[in-house]
Antibody, heavy 120, light 108 residues
């Protein structure tokens, strides 16, 4: 069974840092692109970041550029999101999601999400 | 940035009836469009990619159509488990990838 399991969320102060992880299983992780997508409480979906299968190509949403860093460890079947200089507006459930490049960057499947709370 | 606009924001439909949800892109996205279903407390689930291709395991009552800037998700005969929030997402000429704001499908 294809599965993505996020961890690392929690309560952090404004300006603080947090590292999210996503453990993948049930598929050949190293051959798939991966993404982070977030959802603020009661709001819609916002794409955050993309990483290619090898890690050589990375993209960010403007809202997180310069503060967040996506990475992956194909030997550990894991995806990461390092979040620095956190702002109130970064509070959200963060999902990791598998992409389907080069066919198209739709997202399937998604993990269950991990909640990040930012408080001053 | 391509802006995706969904309508209506909320749609009230009776079980067994047809539901039609719309998604409009601010510029052409060709057929590079996906639809997702999200139930409360759950992660989104892929329904449709390539504007009209059903994902694995998605019932045939779900269908997608359109290309360019106008897209439609149709649920032919609503079941109780279909009441949820639906999002469209483009993946044409990105980054960034953007989603519509969602349509809430509720029981009438």
């Amino acid at each position: 069974e294809v599965q993505l399991v996020e961890s690392g969320g929690g309560l952090v102060q404004t300006g603080g840092s947090l590292r999210l992880s996503c453990a993948a299983s049930g598929f050949t992780f190293s051959t798939y692109t991966m993404n982070w997508v977030r959802q603020a409480p009661g709001e819609g979906l916002e794409w955050v970041s993309y990483i290619s299968s090898s890690g050589s190509t990375i993209y960010y949403a403007d809202s997180v550029k310069g503060r967040f860093t996506i990475s992956r460890d194909n030997a550990k079947n894991s995806l990461y999101l390092q979040m620095n200089s956190l702002r109130d507006e970064d509070a959200a459930v963060y999902y990791c999601a598998r992409g389907w490049d080069p066919y198209g960057n739709w997202f399937d499947p998604w993990g269950q999400g991990t909640l990040v709370t930012v408080s001053s | 940035e391509i802006v995706m606009t969904q309508s209506p924001a909320t749609l009230s439909v009776s079980p067994g009836e047809r539901a039609t949800l719309s998604c409009r892109a601010s510029q052409s996205v060709s057929s590079n469009l996906a639809w997702y279903q999200q139930k409360p407390g759950q992660a989104p689930r892929l329904l449709i990619f390539g504007a009209s291709t059903r994902a694995t395991g998605v019932p045939a009552r779900f269908s997608g159509s359109g290309s360019g800037t106008e897209f439609t998700l149709t649920i032919s005969s609503l079941q109780s488990e279909d009441f949820a929030v639906y999002y469209c997402q483009h993946y044409n000429n990105w980054p960034p990838i953007t989603f519509g704001q969602g349509t809430r499908l509720e029981i009438k």
